[in-house]
């Protein structure tokens, strides 16, 4: 095993912390929803100390410095999938099995790493049940999905539950920016014009833009940026997860994460920084643009000024499933806090042929129909009649139609019966 072969690491243990239950030894595993570990087996609870010290963010720039003189990181010993590049917490209990993010088999070859500490995290609220739920009634709407997947979902959905890495930043940023200010004016245009046959010259009013040079300095302090810190997963799906409420984060404590497994970051402190100013980008803009005023505005240059940058590292709980279909990947995540469903599915394109024939057979056969129909019709005088559904018994009689309230002759409402000409 992993951990009698290597050499132990200098920072303490680096797996996974084991809980053991006071009665009766086996492991405790954080209850989602709860502020306690339970026990699998006798039921007893543990319940978990609420960190007394606030949630600290870090310095940014103070770290990149320390991060290249390898200071203050954890090691941990993780599970790498060789098939997408993932790297989750070890678990003594699971050496084998498929990669929860991509569903290939993965053996347990375990890798250390070097990473930050783990500031933050919010502890899973939906537990097992309600994710199985969840991904049943989401593949039960795809009428498209192959039966295969159907099959996958019915055999025990493999859900894990999953910390996935974030970084938050906040900065406070000031821009200067060069650009230009359009104000609309109106001016009278007179053109010609042919009325009643003469020429006559008319006016108009017409807006313009009058464009002046504008310069100015936008500050913004931008709290929370939050980005994803794992390559796993793609961004298209887990942006779809949030919100995230994240003024419930809680301090870090080992203890959210029994029976939990937890994704080690793959983009780098400075990377997600880089994504971050993407994320804060439109922002200033809208900031510069407000700034200029005036109808329009154009933008020339903006230099921003990132100052105080500071981040935490945090962990949001997802409940996953990966599926290979097809020598495709397909995921289903749930949003471990607020339930919110998202995921990635194949179509089967029998399914589909067999849909687009039938809806083709549909149309066939309703052309059929309105053909048959049109040809009765033209063979007979039509009439512009309006049956009186509503009229009572009382009404009714008198006329040359059959009334299908009463059944006696009715008169006809509106117009009077014109046969139209036939052919
Ligand atoms: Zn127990
Ligand atoms: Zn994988």
């Known amino acids: 095993m992993l951990q009698a072969s290597d050499p132990s690491p200098t920072d303490g243990n680096p797996a996974p912390r084991r809980f053991p239950c006071a009665q009766c030894g086996a492991s405790l595993e954080y209850a989602p929803g709860t502020e306690v570990q339970r026990c699998a087996y006798c039921g007893h609870e543990n319940r978990i100390a609420v960190a007394a010290t606030p949630i600290e ?19 941990s010993v993780s599970i790498h999938c060789d098939s997408c590049g993932a790297s989750y917490s070890f678990d003594a209990a699971v050496h084998a099995g498929e990669c929860p993010f991509c569903g290939a088999p993965v053996v347990a070859k375990t890798e250390r790493h070097r990473e930050l500490q783990i500031q933050a995290l919010l502890p899973f609220k939906i537990g097992r049940d309600q994710a199985r739920t969840a991904f049943r009634q989401w593949l039960r709407g795809l009428w498209f999905a192959p039966g295969k997947l159907k099959d996958y979902a019915r055999n025990d959905a493999r859900l894990t539950g999953m910390y996935v890495p974030y970084w938050t930043y906040d900065a406070n940023t000031t821009t200067r920016y060069q650009g230009e200010r359009g104000d609309n004016y109106q001016v009278q245009e007179s053109y010609r014009a042919i009325e009643d046959g003469r020429e006559v010259v008319r006016t108009r009013l017409v807006t313009k833009v009058r464009w002046s040079p504008a310069a100015g300095v936008v500050s913004r302090f931008f709290d929370d940026v939050l980005v994803l810190a794992s390559r796993s997963l793609p961004r298209a799906v887990t942006e779809r997860l949030e919100p995230w409420d994240l003024a419930q984060l809680l301090p870090y404590r080992e203890e959210y994460l029994s029976g939990f497994r937890s994704e080690m970051y ?14 804060m980008a439109p ?20 230099d921003t000024r990132y100052g105080e940058i500071r981040f935490k590292h945090i962990l949001l709980p997802v409940w996953m499933s990966a599926f290979r279909f097809r020598d495709r990947v397909y995921r289903f995540v749930v ?9 990635e599915r194949p179509y089967s394109p029998w399914k589909i042929a067999f849909a687009i024939l039938l809806g083709l057979l549909l149309l066939g056969g309703g052309i059929a129909v309105w053909q048959h129909y049109e040809e009765g019709a033209r063979s007979r005088p039509q ?15 008198g006329g040359n139609v059959i009334d299908a309230v009463c059944g006696s002759p009715v008169a006809l409402v509106g117009r009077p019966p014109v046969a139209r000409p036939v052919g």
């Open 283 to 302: 922002t200033i803009q809208r900031d510069i643009q407000r700034d200029i005023g005036g109808d329009h505005q154009r933008i020339h240059a903006a």
């Open 335 to 343: 949003n471990g806090r607020s339930g919110e469903v998202q995921g």
């Open 383 to 397: 009439f512009d009649y309006r049956p009186r559904f509503g009229a009572s018994p009382r009404e009714c009689g």
């Open 57 to 75: 963010e870090q310095d940014f720039r103070q770290t990149l410095h320390d991060l290249a003189n390898t200071t203050t990181v954890r090691e």
């Open 266 to 279: 793959q983009v780098e402190l400075d990377q997600g920084f880089e994504r971050a100013r993407e994320i």
